[in-house]
Nanobody, 114 residues
Framework: QVQLVESGGGLVQAGGSLRLSCAAS????????LGWYRQAPGEEHELVAA???????YYAVSVKGRFTISRDDAKNTLYLQMNSLKPEDTAMYYC????????WGQGTQVTVSS
């Protein structure tokens, strides 16, 4: 079982950047596909970006070209580099294994001011 802990959120002005990290504990981190999700108030969780065990990536249309997902299997860590942030990116961000039945972690808050 893999446990995931998010960090790196904060308050930033529109156009700014943040890098989120997701530290994993447990075994076999490298074999899992991983994703970054976000949830704005009153909204459902949305898949923002995902990366396979081999490094193939997926991005939601709303973030493509601005966000970059990456992983460092030696450090058991997942990253999300977020550039050109917009107020509509404001949300709680979570990392998770796509399709996992495990509950969401505590997340990290990203707030983008206009």
């Amino acid at each position: 079982q893999v446990q995931l802990v998010e960090s790196g959120g904060g308050l930033v002005q529109a156009g700014g950047s943040l890098r989120l990290s997701c530290a994993a504990s447990g075994n076999s981190f490298s074999i899992y596909a991983l994703g970054w999700y976000r949830q704005a108030p009153g909204e459902e969780h949305e898949l923002v970006a995902a990366i396979s065990s081999s490094g193939n990536t997926y991005y939601a249309v709303s973030v493509k070209g601005r966000f970059t997902i990456s992983r460092d299997d030696a450090k058991n860590t997942l990253y999300l580099q977020m550039n050109s942030l917009k107020p509509e990116d404001t949300a709680m961000y979570y990392c998770a294994i796509p399709g996992s039945p495990d509950p969401w972690g505590q997340g990290t808050q990203v707030t983008v001011s206009s």
